[in-house]
């Protein structure tokens, strides 16, 4: 068995609704995933250290404001929200250069095909209705470790077991084969 | 102690039966393990919390003039998607009702639905704290005596 760190992923979690977040972390924790819980989009962006400004610039140096620490493997989010919806935050997260590759989940308590076809459009892995069951989240593990694999597979000089703190691939030039 | 397990299943069964609770409770209760020993209670009391917060909201919104149905049906949306949440059927599905009330626009049938859901939630409350009473009583004694196991 490897470390506990390397096996452990970590979810954030993005309902509106207080009793939502409570589910939807108890699910998660029981199978075994860290969880951060946030009430927005907006505290979502926060988290990841996200700013409105690294969407305008394709250079690297903006994002390495990015706090290097938070370490999300999966955002699982409500669709219907005020503000900014769930839809809105996928865009934003597969905009980004820093967190498109993160897999992205979508909620909803209302099961309106359109609303599920544009979410996977956008490069949603999944969309789940609500109430989110266990079997639901018994779902994610494959998207987890695929974007694992895909990781490593861009690094050919990837760092064995976790010696080094997230090293960014901001400063190592994109190897290509 | 019997006696306070079978009161327990019995009590259960009912609001299973009566359709006060759905499948989903069962799942919250399956969800509560020794890692997360009053996981259902702190959701069902947040979800007090929030129900009555948000019938309020409701009943408020309903004295306005004009009514703003728009706002009533999000608030009415909010208590639909935790009830299921939790698996309270029969509030559930007056909230459904409600929302189709307030697409309508039909202020008589908005204000009769805020009555049923209002007395849906009370025998919802009664209901489930008469449950953790009941839960609560089986620890107790379970502590007081020295089980066989």
């Known amino acids: ?177 | 102690m019997d006696h306070l397990h079978r009161k327990l299943r019995d009590h259960e069964a009912a609001m299973f039966q009566q359709g006060y609770l759905d499948d989903q409770f069962s799942q919250l209760q399956k969800l509560q393990d020794d890692t997360s020993p009053d996981f259902v209670i702190e959701v069902m009391t947040m979800f007090f919390d929030d129900s009555e917060k948000l019938l309020n909201n409701m009943s408020r919104a309903l004295e306005q003039v004009p009514v703003n149905f728009k706002q009533i049906d999000a608030h009415a949306h909010q208590q639909k998607g935790s009830s299921a949440s939790v698996g309270a059927a029969r509030v559930k599905n007056v909230c459904g009702t409600f929302r189709n009330f307030c697409e309508a626009q039909n202020l008589e049938g908005c204000v009769r639905c805020l009555q049923q859901l209002q007395q849906e939630y009370s025998l919802l409350k009664n209901n489930l704290k008469y449950l953790f009473k009941l839960q609560q009583e089986i620890k107790t004694a379970g502590r007081s005596i020295h089980t066989r196991g």
């Open chain 1, 1 to 177: 068995m490897g470390m506990a760190a390397e096996n452990q992923f970590h979810v954030l979690a993005v309902d509106d609704s207080i009793i939502d977040r409570m589910l939807i972390e108890r699910l998660l924790k029981t199978s075994s995933f860290n969880v951060t819980t946030v009430d927005s989009a907006s505290k979502a962006l926060k988290f990841l250290g996200l700013v409105e400004d690294e969407m305008r610039t394709y250079d690297t140096h903006v994002a390495s404001e990015i706090n290097q620490d938070v370490d999300v493997n999966l955002i699982i989010t409500d669709y219907c929200m005020p503000g900014m919806t769930g839809y809105d935050l996928l865009r934003k997260i597969k905009e980004s250069k820093s967190f498109k590759d993160i897999p992205v989940v979508i909620m909803s308590s209302e099961n309106v095909p359109s609303r599920i076809n544009r979410c996977l459009e956008e490069g949603a892995e999944e969309f789940f209705l609500k109430p989110v069951q266990l079997s639901d989240v018994s779902k994610l593990k494959p998207h987890l470790l695929k974007s694992k694999v895909k990781e490593e597979n861009e690094q050919p000089i990837k760092r064995k077991g976790m010696e080094e703190t997230q090293s960014p691939d901001k400063t190592r030039p994109k190897v290509s084969i």
